[in-house]
Nanobody, 118 residues
Framework: QVQLVESGGGLVQPGGSLRRSCAASINIFNIYSMGWYRQAPGKQRELVAAITSGGSTNYADSVKGRFTISRDNAKNTVYLKMNSLKPEDTAVYYC????????????WGQGTQVTVSS
């Protein structure tokens, strides 16, 4: 199994920035993809950004050009830089890891609140 530890949530003004991290308990090369989902009150969970072991990235249309996902393989950690934040970005953000095998598995971090408000 994989443990995911998140950090970097908080309160920020519109137009501000946050940098978040998610550390995995195994070598992230053994993880097919890592990234973040978010869920706002009354809304469905949605993918925010993800990065695969091969370096491919995927972003929600709503965050393209504003958010950047990256990884540090030595630290088994992925990072999400969130720029030009909007109130619509307010949500609980959950780190996610997908591990492939005979049976694919999803792992989740504890979730952290991001609030964008003046």
């Amino acid at each position: 199994q994989v443990q995911l530890v998140e950090s970097g949530g908080g309160l920020v003004q519109p137009g501000g920035s946050l940098r978040r991290s998610c550390a995995a308990s195994i070598n992230i090369f053994n993880i097919y993809s890592m990234g973040w989902y978010r869920q706002a009150p009354g809304k469905q969970r949605e993918l925010v950004a993800a990065i695969t072991s091969g370096g491919s990235t995927n972003y929600a249309d709503s965050v393209k050009g504003r958010f950047t996902i990256s990884r540090d393989n030595a630290k088994n950690t992925v990072y999400l830089k969130m720029n030009s934040l909007k109130p619509e970005d307010t949500a609980v953000y959950y780190c996610n890891a997908v591990v492939l095998g005979l049976v694919g598995r999803d792992y989740w971090g504890q979730g952290t609140q991001v609030t964008v408000s003046s």
